[in-house]
Structures are given as C-alpha cells and as structure tokens.
C-alpha cells in the first residue's frame, strides 16, 4: 500500500512557541518535552535543507552518522574492478591503480598477508599482569622420569600458560587496622607499626595515574569514575579525584616541557585544533579576569584545543594547548624553542590561516584528505566528476601504502610518488581545469567549490611530489584530536584554567605513550615516584628512555 504524500505546512518559530504554551497547560512535563524536542529537530532539519552547501549525502551523514569514506564505499565498486571511462586521463588512471593491486588471478603464486586477528589475545599480550611461576609438585630437573625410569627429565624452555582475568575497581584499597594496647596501670596506648608497603600517603602514585589515564586517555569524567568506585564500595568523590590529580601534577610538568622542546626539533608538524569549554573564561567570569592592555587574545570568545603531532627520529610526540590561542599561535610558541641550525620544518595542516605559526616559516603542505572530502560530500549529486577525482587519489594512496609497506626512506618514498602518483596528479589536475575553462561545472555549485578549493590549494595539496617526507594527510592529527574531543562529548568542560593546563599535560603524555607504544599507566606512575629526578634531568624521563633512568635508579638504590 503505498503512502498517501504528506501535506507541506509552513510554520514559523512564533506559531511553534504558540502552540508549545498552549499545550503546557495540558500535557505533563515529559510530554511537553518530546514536543518541544520533536519542533526543534524539525526546525534544525530544515534549516539544513535550506542551506544551499547541505547536500544529501551531508544530511544523511548528520542523522545517521557518518560511513567510511573509503572509495570503495563511496564509488560502490569492487577494488579490483576498476572500469572506468573516461577520456585520455583514463589510461594512467586505470593502469596506475591495477598495478598497485594484486588479486587472486595475478599474485604469482605468493601468499598474501593474513588478515588481522581474530580478537583474542595470547599470553604474551599479559605484559600487565602478575607473573607468577608454578613450580612442578613433584619433579625436578635432573630426576629420574618417573614413566620410562630410565632417563632423566630437564625444562622445558617453553612453559605451560594458563590467563585468569579477575574483576576489580579501577582504584582498589587496602585498609590496615593496626592492633592498639594499653596499660591497665599508667594508661599507656602501644600501637603498631604499619607495614612498609603501606607507604606514607593515603593516595599512593599509582592511584594518580589511573585518576588521570581514566579522565584524560580514556574521557571517563570525575563524577563518572565516582559512581563506578562507589558501586565497588571503594569510594572516591569526584572532588578527592582532582585533589590527587592535582597534587602529583606537578611531578610530570618537567617531562611536559622536555616533550615540547623535544618535538619543537621535529621534522614534520600536523596541527589542528577543536573548540573546548573553559568556564573561568566565558561568560560573566571572563569578564572578571585580569585582562593586559597588550594582550593579543583580549576581545577574542573562541575557545579551543589545539593538537599538534610531531614526528622526529621515527617517533611521534603529541602535544595538546587549551585556550584562546588558535592551532597556528601554540605551532609558533613551540617552534619558538627550535634550534637555529636545523632546517625549516614540514607542516601539515588544513587551508585555514589561523594554522600558520605567524613570522615562523614552515614548508607548508595542505591535508589531501580534506580536499577529498568535499568530492565524498558531493558525490550523490554528481557522482561521474567525483568518481574521477576519487580514483585519481586513489592511485597516490595505494602508492603512499607501498613506501610504508617497503619502510622506504623519505627520499626513495619521494621518488616512488614521482614515478607512480606524478603523472596521475598532472592529468587530474587538467582535468579540474578544463571543468571550468570548458564550462562543464558551475563555480558556484557544490562540485565547483569542491574543484575550486582543490586548485586553489593545489601546489600545498601536491607538496609530497616536492618535498621528500612531506605527508599526504593530517589524518594522525585528527586522531589525536579525538582525545580532546572524546574528552569534550564525556566531561563536557573544564572548569579553570589550571585545570585545561592539567588536562593538556596528561593528555599530551598518556597519548604520546600510546604512540610510541609505551604503558601509559607504568610511565605516569614512574614520574610521580621519582619527582626529583625528573625535574632535575626532564629530558632522561620521556617515554621512549624513560625505562633506562628507572634501571638506573634502581642499581643506584641497591648500592
């Protein structure tokens, strides 16, 4: 049975507010908010179909979540299908992306990589856990074996294994009841001693770095972990859990500013920022805050996140800033600590301004991931022009995938790209021309702008065929940013300050660990343990030799 069309009423926000009052005075609270809900969603949909930039595609991705915007996915073709046609550019294109690709008919015979696990983890994932050795009940090596009593047995260099996982709070407690005596004669109270692992602080280090790993490396808010400990009846009020962050902060901030002169020294810069809440300055308290004449933020209400990731010596340092300062002001003040001798960095990032570090010079190449966007948003209305572009890119990608299979060296990766992604990048790049000089798209459409910003941004977008190590993408970027915006969806806001400083430290630390493929949680609790030390030689506590500083220390106790 098909549905009979529904009838168009224009309302307007005045008759919606009108009926809203009229219908308070006869539904229940609940009622009224489904209604009002249902009116601005309404509202809020509409004003997106009005907007002439929402496309379908847009509309669909924002009520229903966002798809992988893979080519496959977009273009809705198998990857070793690639028929395409279209005139001259369509050779290299096809020809560029087969040869990137083997399927079962051309791989010669040699096996192709296993696909990825199945999700269950072996022994050797345990690096966490208790180890503890179970000796055999009643044999040892060098004995008579007691089935053939003849030959003698010896260890085996390879142990049975068995993993027992056990439920616990995150912050579990110990509590001591220490035995009390008194004099039935002079009153005198003995008490005993506390045992020595029970330490001199109720919230020992340990418990600091799993308050911060949960609220800054997994988005879990105070009152979140609160409810969690007190259903575990190990309470732990939300308030305490800032008291003890705050308390041990300081023992990281040295390796915080070790890591931001680290990563000023690096070779290649993504930056990008987020919005975040900061309540100490919006609102009326903003306007209570000591405000310098020569302040360059005075007059600005942005607030963001800013997250830069810099690569040097094969490894990768995240860095997060809150506050007014945009993406570009923060990649400035650190490249300030840069040393004079090295030579200018690669910085990667989107085509806004406010990415650029001012005065500072970078070679400054543009996120080829975001241009590709705008054609994956389009794609619904003009699917043939933006299959074109899609698979063009596709070729450079497949390209950049083989430098990183074969770890090629910046200047082999360089040379790759330039035999394999050059040419395809010359075609596509007439061929974005001849759209407008042939009048075969509108400027002003949504595929025009598209075409506009790609060749507006053209020798940044292409800066990897120029420049060896340049990056495709800002995609490691974006990925770190999800911390903050993790962070940002769950905790909402942070309330001062001192308190996005803290975030932005512990942030920055827990999730270079995870880069540099690091414990978060054994690296915070090492900082906290050896405060004295980290501040007097920062650099030798970073997460990558970190370990070689305890080991020392620990030889340095024994003596």
Known sequence: MTRKKPEIVEVDTRQLDALLRRAEGKLDEKDCQLVRAVFESYAYVTDLVEDKNTSIRRLRQLIFGA??????????????????????????????????????????????EPKKG?????????????????????????????????????????PGVLVRVVGQAPLHAKVYHLQRLRCNLCGKVFTAQPPEDAGARKYDATAASMIALLKYGSGMPFNRSAGLQRSMEIPLPASTQWDVIAAYAPCAAPAYEALIEHAAQGDVMHNDDTTVKILELMGKRAKQQPIDDDDAMAGRTGLFTSGLVATRDGRRLALFFSGRQHAGENLGDVLRQRAEELQTPIQMCDGLSRNLPGELQTIVANCLTHSRRRFVDVFDRFPDECEYVLEALKVVYHTDAEARRRKLSPAKRLQLHRTKSERTMKRLHNWLKRQFDEKLAEPNSALGEAISYMLNHWEKLTRFLQVPGA??????????LKKAILHRKNALFYKTQRGARVGDMYMSL????????????????ELHRNADRVADDPASWLPWNYHTSVAANRVLVGA
């Open 118 to 158: 199945h999700g269950r983890n072996g022994a050797d994932a345990y690096r966490g856990a208790d180890q503890i050795e179970v000796p055999h009940e009643s044999l040892q090596a060098g004995a008579a074996c007691p089935e053939c009593q003849q030959g003698k047995v010896y260890e085996v260099a390879c």
């Open 67 to 112: 798809r992988s915007e893979k080519t496959e996915a977009v273009v809705g073709r198998n990857q070793h299908a690639l028929e395409y046609d279209h005139p001259q550019d369509d050779a290299i294109l096809c020809d560029s992306s087969r040869g990137n690709e083997s399927s079962a008919d051309d791989s010669n015979g040699i096996e192709t």
């Open 510 to 525: 827990t999730y270079t660990c995870e880069l540099c493929s690091v414990s978060p949680f054994g690296y915070l609790t």
């Open 471 to 480: 990056p495709l993408d800002n995609n490691i970027c974006e990925r770190a």
